[in-house]
């Protein structure tokens, strides 16, 4: 299910097709529930890009699973990217298993 935003001006009478006008009459009367998912989708969104921004737009692999590995190796790199610099910025100490001598 699409998770679009109307425009201000949008009219479920001029848009036309029943789906548009149930999507419409969600958006209309059901706001809340509707921005929880369209945030949802915007975080996705963000997400993508900070990682296109990051490593790259392409995969260099020829393999359909050399390619998903490659994609996959992006995403975990972002994440280590991410907990890196949440360390940094809440001031959290880096110890991990640490021996009780």
């Known amino acids: 299910m699409p998770y679009i935003p109307f425009k201000s001006n949008s009219n479920p ?12 009459h969600f ?9 929880t998912h369209y945030h949802k989708r915007s975080n996705v969104e963000t997400v993508f890009s900070m990682i296109k921004a990051k490593f790259g737009e392409r995969l260099r692999c020829k393999t359909e ?3 998903i590995n490659e994609a996959l190796c992006k995403v975990l ?3 280590l990217c991410c907990v890196i610099q949440s360390m ?8 991990f298993g640490v021996l009780a001598a």
């Open 27 to 35: 958006y209309s009367f059901k706001r809340e529930e509707f921005l």
């Open 13 to 24: 009478t001029r848009t036309g097709g029943p789906v548009w006008n149930k999507l419409y």
């Open 77 to 79: 790199c972002h994440n």
């Open 88 to 95: 940094y910025e809440l001031v959290v100490d880096p110890t």
């Open 65 to 67: 699973t050399a390619q």
